[in-house]
């Protein structure tokens, strides 16, 4: 059974830095791509930031592109985000996503993901 559990949300002050993990089980990192998305109140839910061990590609959003960091530990079989000068518009809830790797082809889109976490929330102090 696949799980993906996150964690490391919290209350931070504009600038400052969190790393959030997720946890997964059930499945190997080269079947899949791993997807950060977010979701803020009243809003769709988007994607920040993928990676995939089949090619080693990653994809950021332009919002978080350059402040955020996405990587895998395999030996923990857990991926991280750490995101740096975090800004109040960053405030939402993070989810972690895996997508079953189809075929070569990868995307760090939402409707492509197959299994989701449960969310941790985010809040960026102004």
């Known amino acids: 059974e696949v799980q993906l559990v996150e964690s490391g949300g919290g209350l931070v002050q504009a600038g400052g830095s969190l790393r959030l993990s997720c946890a997964a089980s059930g499945f190997t990192f080269d079947d899949y791509a791993i997807g950060w998305f977010r979701q803020a109140p009243g809003k769709e839910r988007e994607a920040i930031s993928c990676i995939s061990e089949s090619d080693g590609g990653t994809y950021y959003s332009d919002s978080v592109k350059g402040r955020f960091t996405i990587s895998t530990d395999n030996a923990k079989n857990t991926v991280y985000l750490r995101m740096n000068s975090l800004k109040p518009e960053d405030t939402a809830v993070y989810y972690c996503?895996?997508?079953?790797?189809?075929?070569?082809?990868?995307?760090?889109?939402?409707?492509?993901?197959?299994?989701w976490g449960q969310g941790t929330q985010v809040t960026v102090s102004s």
């Open positions: 996503a895996a997508e079953f790797l189809r075929g070569s082809n990868w995307h760090c889109w939402v409707n492509e993901y197959d299994y």
